[in-house]
């Protein structure tokens, strides 16, 4: 599943996005285990603000805001892939009912 960062830090503006990504937070550990006896894994992947043509349109003050909340810069959609693809592969067998943040460094605070 793709939840966000946003799950656990929201911004002014984004309720009804921080809400539905807190709903595959909040649902991931239930489905599960759920799933477990069915040998199922689900995980969630958590991005920060991925660069697509979207961030690329932002005001400049969103772009600094970013640069300087997420330390590394923004996300690539490769890094997401990347992480979608291990999640997917048999190097993940064990893994289940875990979120995974890819967020450049981000700063919760």
Request: glycine content about 8%; hydrophobic content about 45%.
């Amino acid at each position: 599943m793709i939840s966000s960062v946003a799950s656990i830090k929201s911004e002014k503006g984004l309720g009804a996005y921080t809400a539905s990504k807190a709903a595959i937070d909040g649902s991931l550990s239930a489905l599960a285990q759920e799933l477990m006896s069915r040998q199922i894994n689900i995980n969630s992947i958590r991005p920060g603000m991925v660069d697509t043509p979207m961030a690329q349109n932002a005001r400049e003050e969103e772009r600094k805001y970013v640069m300087g909340s997420q330390a590394l810069g923004f996300v690539s959609a490769e890094d997401v892939a990347i992480m979608c693809a291990y999640l997917l592969s048999s190097a993940a067998d064990m893994i289940t009912g875990r979120s995974f943040d890819i967020d450049g460094g981000r700063l919760l605070v």
